[in-house]
């Protein structure tokens, strides 16, 4: 199992965006079926850097490239690639 955990810090005025990025991502359940699980969510501690993340489960990285390049996951990135000043991400095995 991979789970890839992704957090973003946005431009500032940008929280609509932010949610029409977010809630593009939830909607990707079940349309990419590699997903095992997908969890998104805003941060609410002020005092930390970034402002949103994202987790989500694979089978294995085969499963995660194909989620990556899925043209549907593309269209809703393309979204975030607009107000992101910041993105970290890491995979690992579980």
């Known amino acids: ?9 946005f431009k500032e005025g940008t929280e ?3 949610h029409r ?5 939830k909607g990707l359940v079940g349309q990419i079926e590699v997903i095992r699980s997908l969890q998104v969510g ?3 501690n002020p ?3 970034f402002h949103a993340t994202l987790v989500c489960e694979f089978d294995n ?3 995660l490239n194909s989620y990556a390049t899925d043209p ?11 107000i992101a000043l910041e993105r970290v991400a890491v995979d690992f095995e579980e």
Request: hydrophobic share 50%.
């Open 1 to 9: 199992m991979i789970k890839h955990i992704v957090m973003w810090r």
């Open 47 to 49: 005092k930390e850097k």
């Open 61 to 63: 990285m085969d499963d």
């Open 42 to 44: 805003v941060n609410v």
């Open 16 to 18: 609509e965006q932010m």
């Open 21 to 25: 990025f977010l809630n593009g991502l």
């Open 72 to 82: 549907r996951h593309i269209a809703v990135a393309s979204i975030c690639r607009e």
